[in-house]
């Protein structure tokens, strides 16, 4: 009889839902898909954010700005090769999403910056942003928050 309560338990187990681990969220006709950061070092006055954000529509939109009650400012930056020696600037018109599209924003390229930080991104936590698009308007979302030097957003949370 024993055993049989066992199995019965393990069965129940296995068929019980499993809670999903990625986190996207939906404004308009864009979909974000897992906002990730890194812990920071003791010290760090500046944060990076991660995801994918996926145009589903017809027309082209364009991530103008964000803030988080983690950092006094919120920045959209790209970084690109310029004779050789990588170089990273804010993208002052935001960044565009076209139709159809996906854009990465990901450990050395287009990514987001909280800057001069009030709390660090802490590993293990999620911390609150909002994200605002030109046609789509504001969203709010969270960043699940990796180990220091990450390099990937592991989806483990």
């Given at each position: 009889m024993r055993l049989m309560t066992q199995i019965?338990?393990?069965?129940?187990?296995?068929?019980?839902?499993?809670?999903?681990?990625?986190?996207?969220?939906t404004v308009g006709s864009l979909r974000i898909?897992?906002?990730?950061?890194?812990?920071?070092?003791?010290g760090a006055s500046v944060a990076a954010g991660y995801l994918v954000i996926e145009n589903k529509g017809s027309v082209p939109d364009r991530l103008v700005g964000g803030s988080s009650a983690?950092?006094?400012?919120?920045?959209?930056?790209?970084?690109?090769?310029?004779?050789?020696?990588?170089?990273?600037?804010?993208?002052?018109?935001?960044?565009?999403?076209?139709?159809?599209?996906?854009?990465?924003?990901?450990p050395g390229g287009s990514h987001l910056m909280f800057?001069?930080?009030?709390?660090?991104?802490?590993?293990?936590?999620?911390?609150?942003?909002?994200l605002v698009f030109e046609k789509a308007g504001a969203v709010e979302i969270e960043f699940a928050v990796e180990?220091?030097?990450?390099?990937g957003g592991e989806h483990k949370h």
């Open positions: 019965a338990f393990a069965l129940a187990l296995i068929a019980a839902p499993t809670p999903a681990f990625a986190h996207d969220y898909d897992h906002p990730w950061s890194r812990a920071t070092p003791k983690i950092a006094d400012r919120f920045e959209i930056h790209e970084m690109k090769i310029d004779g050789g020696v990588m170089k990273m600037r804010p993208l002052t018109r935001g960044l565009e999403i076209a139709p159809g599209e996906s854009v990465k924003l990901a800057v001069n930080l009030k709390e660090p991104p802490v590993e293990g936590k999620r911390f609150k942003a909002t180990k220091i030097g990450t390099t």
